[in-house]
Structures are given as structure tokens and as C-alpha cells.
């Protein structure tokens, strides 16, 4: 076993594990949360999201906008994670840390202090995630154009922030690096907020709400047919589908009433044409039973513990395209890489746009590839081929690279041991890592 943790720090989830595996050890919330069952904050488990009840819980967060705003809740996270998860004496072991681009110095100076001071590691490695995902793309294909290049253009859309950052030579070029404020948990609270103003008070429901983000919203190819779509009443919306609510007794976990209902958005011809209508098929049935039948859709069962999604599923994951619509002054995601692209030398401009590798749990939702694709060809000259790869795996990308990098055998001499940050101080250590 490797005395080398590989630490992925992220806003929404930790993943940590040793060097030279390929999967982490452990995947936990980077949050503490109190049910209403209890009357203190506890640590989650890899198991807590399916089986405690999670329902009105409290959250407290020490990552904010991507960057640590507390410290002594970072330090009782990691108390947890590296004595009760990982089992691991940090005075023997070196730490590969993920850090987010552009960390102001007094953020930089707190983690730091966290790695040796409060945990005693004996020595530290600081990486962005770009460069990581950039690394274990390039080992995952040897002969493809981002080994043979040594170049990528990483969109990273994460839990707080979304990312284009350019890569040459495995190092991150941050005059080019752009970024939108906008990541998985803006997309929650949207969609919280749509959700609540239309069907059910859910504000206070942020570990349900990610659920029914995750398992119903996707990303439209066109959005002005789908909006039309989604008007329809009844069965003869196809955009239509139910998400069942916890009730503590029976089960304590939501879902989606009919998942073969909650896809059939699939059967939809590029977003634009729908199956045959619904409602012309009965018009020669008895119309009178059919009104009757709709007229009961429309009264509101107060004690109905469901509640249906249209035209929510695909709006939400539209913001992290056109911003603006969300009131955000910001560049959607396609102009985002083309500005980053921009930023770069000119001779760069092709192999990145050939070489566009997305990472994050916001590039899940299902067509997402194909629409900025579609977003991003008119943007970018004709002469230039746009290729988009995904990762087999967005969430644990970042992890495996650092994995990747933690079993070379140069990585002990990259790293700044204790001694050496004792010596000179923060400030000294971090030229090393070239941020």
C-alpha cells in the first residue's frame, strides 16, 4: 500500500484514497449534516446518501465558491476522514491535495497550516485539477492527439464553479484559464426554487433535490420546441414524469414514480418533433370520459406526496449555457472556451479545439456533449475540428490523475516536505508548485 493519500478536495464530494490505485478508497460529502432526527452536526458515511434519512437536513459547507472559507470545519472533516475512513498515520505519509485555480494566499496559507501544523504530514504536493485530468487522459491514450501533442483545453463543471483551462506540457496555463460562477449547486437551488414556487415548498430539501437533478433533468437540443412540448397536457406531454416524495414511514429515500415515463424524452427527434399526439388518438374515443379524466389531473391532492416535472428537467442544466437567462452577467459555456481558446497562441488554437476534455458531475446530464458541440461549431472557424471527449468517469477523473501522478517516481522530489515549509513558510513553498 502506498504511503502517498491522493486527496480530491471538492466542493460537493471528497474523494480520497491511496497512490497508484485506479479507484479512491472512499467518495463522502465534503459537508457535516444534522437530520431532524438528531440534535448534532454528524459526519457522512459513503453509505449516508441511501440510507439515512436525509429529509430537511441541515448542511454546513466548508468549501464556498470552490474555495475554503472555513478552516476548523475542513480540519474536523479531515480528523474523520484520514482516522475513521482512511485509517492512516499522516506523520508517515505524503499528501497529493487538489487545489482550484486562483486561490487567493491567505487560503493558501490555511491549507497549509492544515497539512502540517494540524495533521503533521511530512510532506505536501499541490495540484489544480486540470492538469491531473490532462495527465491521465494522455496515459489513458498514448497515441491520441493529447498525448502526442502534450495539449487539452479542460472544461471542468464542478459543484461550485465551471472551468475552460488550457494544458501544455502538463502545466496549467493560467493567463488563459476562464471561468463561469456557476456549478452543480447553483443548478440545485434553481431548480429548488422552481420546484417550490410551482408544486411543493422544497428550499430546505437539498440532498432530495440533487437526487431529482441528477435522475430526470437532461439538456435540450432545442429548447424552443421543448418549451412547446412541455404545455401539453396529460400523457400527450412526453416531458412529463413524477417524483415521488420521502414520508419517513414507508421510505425514507425519494424516486422517480415510472423511470420508462421519465425517458421518454429519448423518442423525441433532436428535441424539436414528438410521438404522435396523444390527444388526437382519443378524439374518437369517448371524449366525455377523456375531460373527465383531465379536469381530476387539474384539481390539487394536497396530501399527495409527489410532485410532476415539464419543462423544469431541461431549463435548469440550460443556465449552464446562456447564464444570462439565470440574471448572471457571464458568458455561456461555449463562449467561455472560446475566450479561453483566444487567450492562447495562436498556433495552439487547433489542437485545442481538437482536444476538449470534460470533467465534473455537471457534464452527466444525458446529450450534453452533443449540444455544446452545437453551441460551439458556429464560434469557431471552419477550418478548425471541434472533437469533445468525456471521461469514463467525470467524478473520479481528476482523483485518478493524481492517483497517476503520486506513483511516479519523481514525486517525493516535487513535493515540500515539513521541514522545508517550517524553514521558509508558505509563500516560499508554494513557487514550487508554478501557481
Not at 454528524?42 to 478552516?71: E, K
Not at 483551462?165 to 460562477?181: C, E, M, S, W
Not at 424539436?272 to 375531460?291: G, I, M, N, V
Request: a neutral charge.
Amino acid at each position: 500500500m502506498s504511503n502517498v493519500i491522493v486527496l480530491d478536495n471538492g466542493g460537493g464530494l471528497i474523494k480520497a484514497g491511496y497512490g497508484g490505485e485506479r479507484d479512491p478508497a472512499t467518495v463522502v460529502p465534503n459537508c457535516l449534516y444534522r437530520p431532524l432526527s438528531s440534535k448534532k452536526f454528524l459526519h457522512p458515511s459513503p453509505t449516508s446518501a441511501s440510507t439515512d434519512d436525509l429529509t430537511s437536513a441541515a448542511v454546513r459547507r466548508p468549501i464556498d465558491r470552490g474555495y475554503l472559507i472555513n478552516p476548523d470545519l475542513q480540519r474536523d472533516i479531515w480528523s474523520h476522514l484520514f482516522s475513521s475512513l482512511l485509517r492512516i498515520s499522516a506523520s508517515n505519509s505524503s499528501l497529493l491535495l487538489t487545489e482550484p485555480l486562483f486561490a487567493l494566499p491567505s487560503i493558501q496559507r490555511a491549507t497549509d497550516e492544515l497539512v502540517f501544523e494540524d495533521f503533521g504530514f511530512k510532506s505536501l504536493f499541490i495540484a489544480d485539477p486540470a492538469r491531473l485530468v490532462h495527465l491521465y487522459e494522455a496515459s489513458r491514450r498514448p497515441y491520441g492527439l493529447v498525448s502526442k501533442a502534450q495539449c487539452s483545453l479542460v472544461v471542468d463543471c464542478g459543484f461550485s464553479f465551471t472551468h475552460a483551462a488550457p494544458v501544455f506540457q502538463n502545466f496549467t496555463l493560467n493567463y488563459g484559464v476562464k471561468r463561469i460562477d456557476l456549478g452543480g449547486k447553483a443548478l440545485t437551488n434553481y431548480l429548488k426554487e422552481l420546484i417550490s414556487y410551482r408544486s411543493v415548498n422544497v428550499m430546505d430539501e437539498s440532498f432530495i433535490i440533487d437526487d431529482v437533478k441528477e435522475k430526470l433533468c437532461f439538456v435540450s437540443l432545442d429548447v424552443a420546441g421543448d418549451l412547446k412540448i412541455a404545455r401539453r397536457r396529460g400523457k400527450d406531454n412526453p416531458l412529463r414524469c413524477a417524483y415521488v416524495l420521502p414520508d419517513g414511514i414507508t421510505h425514507t429515500k425519494g424516486f422517480v414514480k415510472d423511470p420508462e415515463e421519465a425517458k421518454r424524452y429519448l423518442h423525441l427527434t433532436n428535441g424539436a418533433t414528438s410521438p404522435p399526439s396523444l390527444f388526437e388518438s382519443l378524439k374518437s374515443k369517448d371524449q366525455a370520459d377523456y375531460t373527465e379524466k383531465l379536469e381530476e389531473r387539474k384539481q390539487v391532492d394536497l396530501t399527495k406526496n409527489e410532485f410532476d416535472l415539464t419543462n423544469e428537467r431541461f431549463l435548469v442544466p440550460e443556465m449552464i449555457f446562456h447564464p444570462a437567462d439565470l440574471g448572471m452577467n457571464q458568458a455561456g459555456l461555449a463562449e467561455c472556451i472560446v475566450r479561453a481558446v483566444n487567450s492562447c497562441h495562436p498556433l495552439l488554437h487547433p489542437v485545442l479545439y481538437e482536444s476538449i476534455i470534460l470533467t465534473g458531475g455537471s457534464t452527466l446530464f444525458p446529450r450534453f456533449v452533443k449540444r455544446l458541440e452545437m453551441e460551439l461549431r458556429p464560434l469557431v472557424p471552419d477550418d478548425y475540428q471541434v472533437k469533445i471527449t468525456t471521461q469514463e468517469d467525470p467524478i473520479l477523473g481528476v482523483w485518478r490523475g493524481g492517483s497517476l501522478l503520486a506513483s511516479s517516481p519523481d514525486f517525493e522530489a516535487m513535493c515540500v516536505t515539513k521541514s522545508e515549509y517550517e524553514e521558509l513558510g508558505s509563500a516560499r513553498c508554494r513557487k514550487r508548485f508554478l501557481h
